[in-house]
């Protein structure tokens, strides 16, 4: 069997009888040789092959030793070169250490030294080249542990710091304030977003916690709001999954007769199983049921059989500028008259201006929800008529 390598070698000088010589000495430590009489050949075997170490003398006219180090350690900072020279000066001495030369070495070189110093610049090269891929592998590892536990943190954060604005949903005809919907804010600055809470919970796989703490922050909320107003509180689709929304001891199943589960329809109910038989057990436990975001979603109509709703809430892309869009009023118009059939109390939400206001009355809609009347905000804003 063939013994093993013990590493690639490239040689330079430009006197043949050194080359000679220092090459068989190396050849016989078991390295392979490869060897060059001037700089510019020498760089050209540099590019082509891949070599363990590199051994040059400096003084060579061309490419000298100390220009064919800076151009090997640019191609490869981990190659260990190792210069030598008949007539040592400080100065070069000093050049070739800065440019990351390995050693500096005086010739003649003495055999066993030459082998010993090559041996212990393929070594290093190995060790440096594994040095390499750990680091590699380290950070690759530390990256995604860090990402995961600053999501986890922050989310715990977040849920520590939950509050819950409201915003009222008022009766024009009454002009007065039928219900509020609760929305989720939080102070911690980077989750402070619903929509990113929201990612963040299912991210980490804790759709369940959020919504729990959700809805016990809102039970809190019960005995402040205005007396005979209704609350309106947003369900995840992966709440209908969760034990705790129906046990009759949860904080907001006590309240359960003043409260309107949301369940919106820009989520697909698609996974959930039996969407039905889960809904008529909320209603059993006295929740009312509405459909959010009508209009947004692809489940369209079939939401209403499948959910009965006691309560539709109509989307703020319909209602956005319905004064100028004969289509969306006679949509409207028809959904007005489905939901007095059905005796389905019908919200129009994102109601911004009175132009909107009044061409929705005309439609026949008399319950509302909008920036027009109050923002969301602590509890519980007076609405503006
Ligand atoms: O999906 P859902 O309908 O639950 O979302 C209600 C969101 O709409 C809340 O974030 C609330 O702040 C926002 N909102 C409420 N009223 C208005 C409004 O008049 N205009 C706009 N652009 N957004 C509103
Ligand atoms: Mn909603």
């Not at 051994?55 to 220009?67: K, L």
């Not at 995840?236 to 907001?252: C, I, N, T, V, Y």
């Not at 919200?347 to 009175?354: F, K, S």
Request: charged residues 25%; aromatic residues 6%; proline residues 5%.
């Amino acid at each position: 069997m063939q013994e093993m390598a013990k590493g690639r070698v490239l040689l330079v000088d430009d006197e043949s009888a050194v080359v000679r010589t220092y090459a068989r000495a190396l050849r016989r430590a078991g390295f392979v040789v490869e060897s060059a009489e001037e700089g510019a050949a020498a760089t050209a075997l540099l590019e082509a092959g891949d070599f363990d170490a590199v051994i040059s003398d400096i003084g060579m006219p061309g490419v000298d030793g100390v220009a064919m180090l800076r151009a090997a350690r640019d191609r490869d900072p981990d190659l260990p070169v190792m210069l030598m020279t008949g007539t040592p000066e400080l100065e070069t001495a000093i050049r070739a250490v800065e440019l990351g030369a390995l050693r500096y070495l005086v010739k003649p070189v003495d055999a066993e030294l030459l082998t010993h110093a090559v041996a212990d610049a393929v070594r290093l090269r190995r060790v440096a080249h594994m040095q390499r891929q750990a680091v590699e592998l380290y950070r690759r590892a530390a990256g995604d542990a860090t990402a995961r536990a600053t999501l986890e943190e922050r989310f715990e954060r977040a849920l520590g710091r939950l509050e819950m604005v409201y915003q009222p949903i008022v009766s024009w005809s009454q002009r007065a304030p039928i219900a509020y919907e609760a929305l989720l804010r939080s102070h911690e600055p980077t989750l402070d977003r619903p929509d990113r809470l929201l990612d963040a919970a299912e991210q980490l796989g804790r759709l369940h916690q959020l919504g729990q703490a959700i809805r016990a922050e809102v039970a809190a909320s019960v005995d402040a709001a205005p007396e005979g107003a209704l609350l309106f509180v947003n369900l995840h689709s992966s709440d209908l999954d969760d034990e705790q929304l129906f046990w009759p001891g949860a904080p907001l199943a006590r309240a359960a007769g003043r409260v309107v589960l949301e369940m919106t329809e820009r989520a697909s109910l698609a996974g959930i199983g039996d969407v039905r038989a889960r809904v008529l057990e909320l209603r059993r436990l006295g929740y009312r049921i509405a459909v959010d975001d009508l209009g947004a979603g692809y489940a369209g109509l079939t939401s209403f059989a499948q959910l009965q709703p006691d309560v539709v809430k109509l989307d703020m892309s319909l209602v956005r500028g319905v004064e100028l869009e004969p289509t969306k009023r006679k949509l409207i118009r028809s959904i007005c008259q489905v939901c007095q059939e059905l005796d389905i109390t019908l919200v129009t939400e994102g109601v911004e201006t009175a132009n909107e206001r009044d061409a929705l009355l005309e439609l026949g809609c008399d319950v509302f929800q909008g920036y027009l009347f109050a923002r969301p905000g602590p509890p519980f804003p007076v609405p503006q008529f």
